[in-house]
Structure formats: structure tokens, C-alpha cells
Antibody
């Protein structure tokens, strides 16, 4: 059974940091580009970042460039999103996934003082 | 980043057919094809189709996707109450080097 199990969400103050994790099982994780997508309350899906299969290539949405870092550990079948300098507008449910195949369950990140 | 264009809402009757559209450009839908996602309130997205009309195992044949030029479509036949959800299209944009999503269409089954 394919699973993407996410962890690391929570409440953080503006300017703070958080690291999200996404543990994959049931498929060959190292064969897939992986992405982070977020959804603010009551809004649509917004792409955040992607990483290629071996981690050598990444790209980011303009809104998070320079603040967020995507990475992966293929030995651990895990995807990460390091989020620094968090802002109120980063409050959202964050999903990991391959977009066209598998999605995680989502974790809520709330940025508030 | 620019997104794909979807109608905000579509309403159809039970057992009718709904066609949802998604318009992009030659850098995304027209070049790479589109994928479709279904999302029920409070749940993560579920893949209905990818790269135009490839349907994952377990997805009903009532869902079919197609593309004509820069516009992708998702057709749902024999509408059921459980089809009431938000539907999103997505595509890789080779110019932006990013994934782009549509704003989503809320499908209401009357």
C-alpha cells in the first residue's frame, strides 16, 4: 500500500522556523520528482516547491524563494521542507506528493503570534 | 506564477453528465498535458487522471479526461451524490519551471 505520512506541522510565531517531513512507503520513492503544495483555509491548491529524483535540482514559488528549502533522503525514503522566516500568509495545510500519483494527508502550519 | 483557468462552479442533476474545463497555454496544458484532482472538504486531493487521460487503478470509468489544444476537460458521467467536491487541474509549466494549478471548480450535484 502506498503511503506518504507527513509530520512536523504546528503553531509557530512570525519569523520562526519549522521543518516538515514526508515519509514514503509502498513505491520506489527515488524514481519520483516530489513536490510540496499548500492550501490556505478555504482557498485552492498552490504549488510551493519541487525536487528531482536525486535531489540535485529544485525550484520554488516566488512567494517562498529564499525562505524555504526542499530536500530529500532517498536512503530514508523521506522528503523535507525547511521553512524559515515564516509569515502570517504561510498559514496553510501543506501537502507532499508526486502531484500526478500520490499525495500525503497534509499537515497544518499556523503562523501566528 | 500564473495559473490555469477553471470555472468556479458547475451544477448538474443526479445521473447527468458534467464537463469541467481547464484552460492554460502552450507552455503547460498545450505542451505537457494536464492532471485532474478531486478534493472533498477536509480531505487531501485524490488523483483522477494524469497526463490527460491516464486513470489510476481504482478510479471509476465515469471519470474521463481529454485535451484539445490549450484546454483540458474532465467529463463525469452518471453523476452521483459523492461526486460533489472541488476539482482541480494541474500541469507542469516548462516556462515557469513549476507546477501550476487551476483555481478549482466546485461541482454541485442537484
Amino acid at each position: 500500500e502506498v503511503q506518504l505520512v507527513q509530520s512536523g506541522g504546528g503553531l509557530v510565531q512570525p519569523g520562526g522556523s519549522l521543518r516538515l517531513s514526508c515519509a514514503a512507503s509502498g513505491f520506489t520513492f527515488s524514481d519520483y520528482w516530489m513536490h510540496w503544495v499548500r492550501q490556505s483555509p478555504g482557498k485552492g491548491l498552490v504549488w510551493v516547491s519541487r525536487i528531482n529524483t536525486d535531489g540535485s535540482g529544485t525550484s520554488y514559488a516566488d512567494s517562498v524563494k529564499g525562505r524555504f528549502t526542499i530536500s530529500r533522503d532517498n536512503a530514508k525514503n523521506t522528503l523535507y521542507l525547511q521553512m524559515n522566516s515564516l509569515r502570517d500568509e504561510d498559514t496553510a495545510v501543506y501537502y507532499c506528493g508526486s502531484i500526478y500519483d500520490y499525495w500525503g494527508q497534509g499537515v497544518l502550519v499556523t503562523v501566528s503570534s | 506564477q500564473a495559473g490555469l483557468t477553471q470555472p468556479p462552479s458547475v451544477s448538474k442533476g443526479l445521473r447527468q453528465t458534467a464537463t469541467l474545463t481547464c484552460t492554460g497555454n502552450s507552455n503547460n496544458v498545450g505542451n505537457q498535458g494536464a492532471g485532474w484532482l478531486q478534493q472533498h472538504q477536509g480531505h487531501p486531493p485524490k488523483v483522477l487522471s494524469y497526463r490527460n487521460n491516464n486513470r489510476p487503478s481504482g478510479i471509476s470509468e465515469r471519470f474521463s479526461a481529454s485535451r484539445s489544444g490549450n484546454t483540458a476537460s474532465l467529463t463525469i458521467t452518471g453523476l452521483q451524490p459523492e461526486d460533489e467536491a472541488d476539482y482541480y487541474c494541474s500541469a507542469w509549466d516548462s516556462s515557469l519551471n513549476s507546477v501550476v494549478f487551476g483555481g478549482g471548480t466546485k461541482l454541485t450535484v442537484l
